[in-house]
């Protein structure tokens, strides 16, 4: 069974930058689009962003748009999310999640994924 990894969480400052990875295990994601979310406490998964299987179709939530960008690199079997400009809402644990997609499609709703990592948590504090 696919099995993916976050890394790269921690306590960061406002202002400040990370990159989440997502490295998937035991299978090739060429085949796979793949979604960032995050749960921050008392609150609903939230979507962050997906990318094609391919890496030529990608969607963001448009209060996060211009601060966080999704990226792959297919031939590492890993999928990043630099954050930028973090603030403090932006702390939650932040998950990815993959969906068989060969067909180039960027799903957006979490119930349309298949694998998820356990998670990295992300603080932005002072």
């Known amino acids: 069974q696919l099995q993916l990894a976050e890394s790269g969480g921690g306590l960061v400052q406002p202002g400040g930058s990370l990159r989440l990875s997502c490295a998937a295990s035991?299978?090739?994601?060429?085949?796979?689009?793949v979604g960032w979310f995050r749960q921050a406490p008392g609150k609903d998964r939230e979507g962050i962003s997906c990318?094609?299987?391919?890496?030529?179709?990608?969607n963001y939530a448009d209060s996060l748009k211009g601060r966080f960008t999704i990226s792959r690199d297919n031939p590492k079997n890993t999928v990043y999310l630099q954050m930028n400009s973090l603030k403090p809402e932006d702390t939650a644990v932040y998950y990815c999640?993959?969906?068989?997609?060969?067909?180039?499609?960027?799903?957006?709703?979490?119930?349309?994924?298949?694998?998820w990592g356990q998670g990295t948590q992300v603080t932005v504090s002072s």
């Open positions: 999640a993959a969906r068989f997609a060969p067909d180039g499609s960027c799903p957006w709703s979490a119930e349309e994924y298949d694998y």
């Open positions: 035991g299978f090739t994601l060429d085949y796979y689009a």
């Open positions: 990318i094609s299987n391919s890496g030529g179709d990608s």
